[in-house]
């Protein structure tokens, strides 16, 4: 039986998603045993010609051209994967959404943009929802490479795959963490979605949201950590936009 095929894509990013798929070391040999990697930026040179069982995408659409070969691989692609925090929310690139793209190209190259043939077509950055239909994510910045092998192995077998719906706290709590609260410091952990196994909390850094919001924060968040220390909800929403300007950006406009 012929093996699936899959091809993995890099879009605008800093394509530290896709190392972490070079750092899978046996794991990527078990998968390899199981898939065909067909065509891969990082590793591949030979086009395949299309016709994908899963395509597995980083980073965020800033330019028509990408946006175009985007729709190309939906087209061919059974199972798209949008893997990172630039592919899944947009990421770090969109921080600068609240400029025009002329504006942005006015400060960043001085005058100079116009000479720079891949700036002719930009675009203000978005995720690849906002452009497709996108089958399964595998958060964070990086990705947790454990968590991209389960949802390859999950959809070759046809099942659906599922993140957490719980917060980052829970993970924190069960590696017997200090709370960063008590140093003054505010963390978004109890309303970012869990799966990192607390990296940042567990070595004394807060967490800043890399994996988006947990499903409905109303009832997911770990409100009894906030309420502890006279937050709600929405204080610390306010405080996701690094990796999560998009969201904040349609919901302005919506509200607008
Ligand atoms: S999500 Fe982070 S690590 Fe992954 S490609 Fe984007 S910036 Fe790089
Ligand atoms: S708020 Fe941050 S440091 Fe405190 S328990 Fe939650 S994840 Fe850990
Ligand atoms: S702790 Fe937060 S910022 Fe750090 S990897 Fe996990 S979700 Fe991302």
């Known amino acids: 039986m012929a093996k699936p095929k899959v091809a993995i894509f890099s879009m605008a990013c800093c394509a530290g998603c896709a190392l972490q798929i070079v750092n899978l070391e046996e794991k990527i040999l078990d998968l390899v045993g199981a898939i065909d990697v067909v065509e891969w930026q990082e590793g591949l040179s030979e086009k395949s010609g299309g016709n994908y069982d899963i395509a597995i995408i980083e980073g965020s659409i800033v330019t028509e051209k990408e946006a175009e070969e985007l729709r190309k691989i939906r087209q061919t692609a059974k199972i798209v994967i949008a893997i990172g925090a630039c592919a899944h929310t947009g990421g770090i690139n969109c921080l600068g959404n609240h400029m025009s793209v002329e504006e942005k190209k006015s400060i960043v190259y001085d005058g100079d943009a116009g000479k720079i043939d891949g700036l002719k077509d930009a675009i203000q950055p978005r995720p690849l929802n906002a452009i497709i239909k996108v089958d399964a994510v595998v958060p964070g910045c990086p990705i947790n490479k454990n968590e991209l092998v389960e949802a390859v192995k999950c959809l070759l077998l046809g099942k659906k795959f599922r993140l957490p719906?719980?917060?980052?706290?829970?993970?924190?709590?069960?590696?017997?963490?200090?709370?960063?609260?008590?140093?003054?410091?505010?963390?978004?952990?109890?309303?970012?979605?869990?799966?990192?196994?607390?990296?940042?909390?567990?070595?004394?850094?807060?967490?800043?949201?890399?994996?988006?919001?947990?499903?409905?924060?109303?009832?997911?968040?770990?409100?009894?950590?906030l309420e502890k220390y006279g937050l709600s909800i929405e204080d610390i929403k306010k405080r996701f936009e690094i990796f999560n300007a998009y969201k904040t950006e349609i919901m302005e406009k919506k509200n607008a």
Do not use: M
């Open 165 to 225: 719906d719980y917060p980052v706290c829970f993970e924190c709590a069960l590696k017997e963490n200090g709370c960063l609260f008590d140093l003054d410091i505010i963390c978004l952990g109890p309303i970012t979605r869990a799966g990192c196994e607390a990296a940042c909390p567990s070595i004394n850094k807060e967490c800043n949201g890399c994996r988006g919001w947990v499903d409905d924060p109303n009832q997911n968040a770990a409100k009894d950590i």
